[in-house]
C-alpha cells in the first residue's frame, strides 16, 4: 500500500493561482491539497493545478427598479460580499436582489457572497405595503376634467370644466377660482369669452370652510391673430368681458 504525506510547500508561477494538484496535467480542479495525506494505491505523478490571474475587474450595479438610495457600484473579479445597504421606496419594503427585473432570475440577499465574472446589474425586487400603510387612503381629492382637447384655447372659446371629487364629505362643496378669485360653487363651470391668459383652480371646501383639497393650478391661454383680437376688443366694448358661470 502506498501513503503519502503531501508536502505544505505550495509552487509558484507568475500569472497564475496555485489551487492544488491532480493525477492528470490537463485538470482544471485540483483533487489533493497540501499537507494532505493520500493512498492511491499505487505510484503516481501529481501534476500541479493552474488558474491564470485576470487584471480584469468587473463591475456589480444596483437597480433599485422604480425605487431610490441604491448601494454604491461594487468592483471585483471572483467572488465579492454584496453590499449591506438597502434602496428605499415609498409604500413599498424591499425584499431582495435579483438578476432580472421581474424576480424570474437568482435572487441574493444583501451581505451574500456573489461571483463577479461579468459586468452585472442586480434588480430590487419590492413587496407593496398593505393598504392601512398608506397613510392618504380616504382623504378626499379633486381634480379638473376639461371637455376639450387642450388647455390652449381659441380666442373668445367657451370653456367647459368639471370637477371630479373622491371622498368628499357630508356638506363639502366644489369652488372655483378664477385668476385667485371665488367666483362659483358648483360641480361644473363655463368659462364664457375667453381671453389672454387666466388661471383657474378647484377646491373642495368643507360646510365649515376648510379647504379640504385643491386642484392643480391650470393656466389657460386663449390665442388668436391679431384682426381676431382686433375685432374681439371692439365687440367687448359693447359686449360682455370674459365671465364665469355654471
Excluded at 467572488?79 to 413599498?92: A, E, H, K, Q, W
Excluded at 388661471?199 to 379640504?212: F, M, N, P, W, Y
Aim: charged share 15%; with cysteine.
Amino acid at each position: 500500500m502506498y501513503i503519502y504525506k503531501l508536502s505544505n510547500t505550495k509552487p509558484t508561477r507568475n500569472g497564475y493561482t496555485f489551487l492544488g494538484w491532480s493525477t492528470k496535467s490537463s485538470a482544471t480542479t485540483a483533487q489533493y491539497q497540501p499537507g494532505e495525506t493520500i493512498s492511491p494505491g499505487k505510484s503516481i505523478t501529481l501534476y500541479a493545478v493552474w488558474r491564470q490571474n485576470s487584471d480584469t475587474t468587473y463591475t456589480l450595479t444596483f437597480n433599485t427598479n422604480g425605487g431610490k438610495n441604491p448601494p454604491a457600484n461594487q468592483t471585483g473579479n471572483g467572488n465579492i460580499t454584496l453590499s449591506s445597504v438597502m434602496p428605499t421606496r415609498d409604500g413599498y419594503t424591499f425584499k431582495k436582489w435579483n438578476t432580472k427585473s421581474d424576480e424570474t432570475g437568482t435572487s441574493y440577499n444583501p451581505g451574500a457572497t456573489y461571483n463577479l465574472t461579468a459586468n452585472a446589474t442586480l434588480y430590487a425586487i419590492w413587496q407593496k405595503n398593505e393598504t392601512p400603510d398608506n397613510p392618504n387612503l380616504g382623504q378626499p381629492t379633486i381634480q379638473i376634467r376639461n371637455y376639450v382637447p387642450t388647455l390652449n384655447v381659441s380666442w373668445r372659446t367657451t370653456l367647459k370644466l368639471n370637477a371630479v371629487v373622491e371622498n368628499a364629505p357630508e356638506g363639502a362643496t366644489v369652488h372655483w377660482f378664477y385668476n385667485g378669485e371665488d367666483r362659483l360653487t358648483d360641480d361644473h363651470c363655463y368659462i364664457y369669452n375667453c381671453r389672454n391668459t387666466f388661471t383657474i383652480q378647484a377646491k373642495l371646501i368643507s360646510k365649515d370652510g376648510e379647504v379640504l383639497a385643491e386642484s392643480d393650478v391650470e393656466t389657460i391661454t386663449a390665442s388668436g391673430g391679431f384682426f381676431t383680437k382686433l375685432i374681439s376688443f371692439f365687440k367687448g366694448l359693447f359686449g360682455r368681458l370674459p365671465y364665469i358661470e355654471q
